[in-house]
């Protein structure tokens, strides 16, 4: 009987454990989440500003989204690790990805923009038509990559990803 008694504690404790270390995991992927979040929605302002052709308008959402990446990339860094690691890196290395078309990109999209209408030609419009595949073609390559990574992650810790206003959070199974 004592055997017995044992054994239950036993495999008590292990599914305690497991529903602890799930509940930790639902934590992290919700904070890692919404560190990138925050920087989808400045994206999304930022192109919304582009299609208003005003350059002090892209500037400021320019500067915006680039402090929006920067804050974030310092959240994710606050972010508490857990023994398994995939879900931070993958999304550290997309906000990367954000950081450089911020830098980079969008910042020749700016530039361009600052052209005066009398100056700004086909060419002009064929770059700026160019420079935006090119970053459409970045962000859906990093952004698959970070969604890999993160249902990997809530497979591994068996929990269930669910969209919440393009967000993916977590609930359990």
Known sequence: MKKLAVVVLFAASFYSCDRINQKIAIKHNDAVIEASDKVVFA????????????????DMALAAYNLQVNNSLQELNKVVSINDTSLKVGTREMLHVFKSVGDNEYKQISTIYHIPDSLYTE???????DIAAAIDEKIEAAQLKQKNAQKQFAQKFNFELIFDKDSLKSKTH
Not at 43 to 58: G, Y
Not at 123 to 129: I, L, S
């Open 43 to 58: 994206f999304d302002k930022l192109n919304s500003a582009l299609a208003t052709f005003n350059p002090d308008s892209i």
């Open 123 to 129: 060419k002009e419009e064929k770059e700026v038509t």
